[in-house]
């Protein structure tokens, strides 16, 4: 199976940065000797020629996606730790940076916001590219206009993953040309959300409900919809998370996997589930392939023979959510002295580690071994599952009851047919009080969901942050962003302003 995504899946870092260079040649710097050529990289002035530069342009976009700063510790500090779901982990010494994003106590100085801020915008510059270098090759139309439509795709995605994490943020949507366009203020945040919606309604409108075997893992039209509903949900634009759940719905492209813990196992990626989930390969002996560490940083500490780095560990919290005898504990937590069901024992505990690692970046142990501690994992991005609760959640603020309970009960469903007991499990949900309804949705997506990077942004958009966080440090009107990372302030010479409270 893995065989046929292997063109998405060995893209070169070093293409990267021959793409990324563009942006530097391009703002009329005149020191000679950074007109050096790179031995055995294209040069800049030759990339834009054929369908063939095209291609592989696009290709450096997803390639980008699964780099250290988009997928490792930048994401897990920015967008998984500060919620109740998620822990530190590790050992109390290590990184112990990432306790100030669980207890709130974050300035601008901490490197990994730097880092998430720069990995986003790194995508944000490969896109731009795509989008204004390929309009002038003389190639099909048609792969042309699809090639645009996946850039404007990823450019949504990071600058969606940058509105929620900062607010207050550079618009660029072109490559800059002048020191002025380089050094861009924060834009208005309705500017930036209507930016990420148009680029998600162009990329729907021509990209592909589906792709043949050598282009799996691409940008398809479900996936534009799908995040475009998230965007709208954001928003609270109810209307519009209605509209393009039930196109994703009726497409008949997604079904939910049967087996809740082995949609995340690396035989079933790109499953009938995945709207959209970042390719991974391992590829050993050649340094300038891009080895993912999703998996790796995540990893038990005490796996053997292959030990992880044990970061981002599911809370107490997290696992009191999941009613008794729901099959996707296990299939989000696993605990130490326990068997996976891959067959894995779980050794017990070393002193001050983790008893609780993230069952969906898990690979079993001998095949972590054989593939650097998990780099061929893929990343679910966008499942089927969260475009039901999506549709869901719409439906009971539009005031549909019936609707929203028939998609909440296909997530439950898939759930309750993977337990021991189906006919006693996860009863089904039946009260028509719009109250009590969204609450029974937000807890199912907190449970379908959990460990997947979502919830602290949920509580933010729900207006219960305060509530369930201020125990951790939470303070209202603060910390519903994140500071702007002061480096970035400072290269900008006070053009970018720090977000209130910081």
């Not at 207890?103 to 510059?125: A, K, R």
């Not at 959209?276 to 940083?297: K, L, P, T």
């Not at 309750?416 to 969204?438: E, H, I, K």
């Not at 990077?453 to 966080?469: E, I, N």
Request: net charge neutral; glycine share 8%; charged share 15%.
């Amino acid at each position: 199976m893995k065989s046929n995504y292997i063109y998405l899946k060995k893209i070169k870092i070093a293409g990267l940065g021959i793409i990324s260079s563009i942006l530097i040649l391009g703002i009329g710097c005149t020191n000679k000797f950074l007109d050096v050529p790179v031995q055995g990289q294209q040069p800049a002035s030759q990339l834009w020629r054929n369908a063939n530069d095209a291609a592989n342009a696009v290709n450096a976009i997803y390639a980008n996606l699964r780099s250290w700063n988009n997928v490792a510790f930048a994401p897990i500090a920015v967008e998984s730790v500060p919620s109740d779901d998620a822990a530190k982990g590790s050992t109390p010494s290590d990184a112990a940076f990432f306790l100030a994003y669980d207890n709130f106590t974050i300035d601008g100085t901490q490197g990994q916001l730097d880092g998430f801020w720069t990995g986003q915008y790194q995508n944000v510059n490969l896109c731009n590219q795509v989008m204004d270098n390929i309009p002038a090759i003389n190639m099909d139309a048609n792969l042309k206009a699809r090639y645009i439509g996946e850039a404007k795709f990823v450019r949504a995605y990071s600058y969606f993953r940058l509105a929620r994490a900062f607010g207050h943020i550079p618009l660029i949507l072109k490559v800059p040309v002048t020191p002025a366009e380089l050094n861009a203020p924060q834009a208005d945040s309705t500017a930036v959300w209507n930016a990420i919606e148009t680029d998600l309604t162009d990329a729907a409108s021509v990209l592909p409900l589906t792709y043949g075997p050598a282009d799996v893992g691409r940008a398809t039209k479900g996936a534009a919809l799908s995040l475009h509903a998230k965007v709208a949900m954001y928003r609270k634009h109810w209307p519009d998370v209605l509209n393009f759940t039930n196109q994703v719905i009726t497409s008949g492209v997604y079904s939910l996997f049967p087996n809740y813990y082995q949609l995340f196992r690396i035989p079933n990626e790109n499953n009938s589930e995945s709207v959209f989930e970042i390719q991974a390969n391992y590829v050993g002996g050649n340094s300038g392939i891009s080895n993912c560490q999703y998996s790796q940083v995540q990893g038990d500490r005490d796996g053997i023979p292959s030990p992880g780095w044990g970061f981002n560990v599911p809370t107490q919290s997290l696992v009191n959510e999941f009613e008794a005898g729901d099959p996707r504990l296990q299939g989000t937590v696993m605990m130490s002295g326990t068997t996976t069901p891959s067959g894995d024992i779980v050794p017990p505990p070393q002193a001050g580690a983790p008893s609780m690692y993230n069952m969906k970046s898990y690979v079993p142990f001998l095949l972590a071994s054989q593939t650097n501690q998990g780099a061929d994992q893929n990343i679910r991005v966008i499942r089927y599952a969260e475009v039901l609760l999506m549709n869901a959640e719409a439906n009971n603020e539009q005031g549909n009851a019936a609707a929203a309970l028939a998609s909440l009960e296909l997530v439950r469903a898939r759930a309750r047919s993977n337990s021991a007991n189906p006919a006693t499990t996860l009863p089904a949900v039946t009260t028509t009080d719009q109250t009590a309804l969204r609450n029974a949705i937000w807890h199912e997506r907190r449970v379908e969901m959990g460990m997947e990077f979502d919830r602290f942004y949920d509580l933010v958009r729900q207006g219960r942050a305060a509530t369930v966080l201020g125990p951790q440090g939470f303070k209202t009107g603060v910390n519903e962003i994140m500071p702007i990372p002061q480096n970035q302030i400072d290269i900008s010479g006070g053009v970018l302003k720090q977000n209130p409270g910081y």
